[in-house]
């Protein structure tokens, strides 16, 4: 399976940004896609997932009710949708998929997008 991220950019404190994840490949539905990101100096970490079968979702706890992750199948889209967005959430976002049920571990994740920067000022 093959990820293409986009939509990262510049937004001041208190924006919102919408990151757009395509997925193509077969077998696309027994795949679960998720967003991870990556602060300079820090390990890469686990934002949001979905599964394109049940429409299950998980969310860290640092962006529960802030983000909201969903797919479009007729688009084979999943898409991140960043509300009051801070400054400590400057990272490059990756979307990433894998075989097996949702998971907060970035070494489970078998494919990879290419990563979006995201900016948050203060």
């Known amino acids: 399976v093959q990820l293409q991220a986009s939509g990262g950019g510049l937004v001041q404190a208190g924006g919102s940004l919408r990151l757009s994840c395509t997925v193509s490949g077969r077998a696309f539905s027994s795949y679960v896609v998720a967003w991870l990101r990556q602060a300079p100096g820090k390990q890469r970490e686990f934002v949001a997932g979905?599964?394109?079968?049940?429409?299950?979702?998980y969310y860290a706890d640092f962006v529960k009710g802030r983000f909201t992750i969903s797919r479009d199948d007729a688009k084979n889209t999943v898409y991140l949708d960043m509300n009051s967005l801070k400054p400590e959430d400057t990272a490059v976002y990756y979307c990433?998929?894998?075989?097996?049920?949702?998971?907060?571990?970035?070494?489970?994740?078998?494919?990879w997008g290419q990563g979006t920067q995201v900016t948050v000022s203060s």
């Open positions: 990433a998929a894998a075989t097996s049920s949702i998971t907060i571990r970035a070494l489970r994740y078998e494919s």
């Open positions: 979905i599964s394109w079968s049940g429409g299950q979702v």
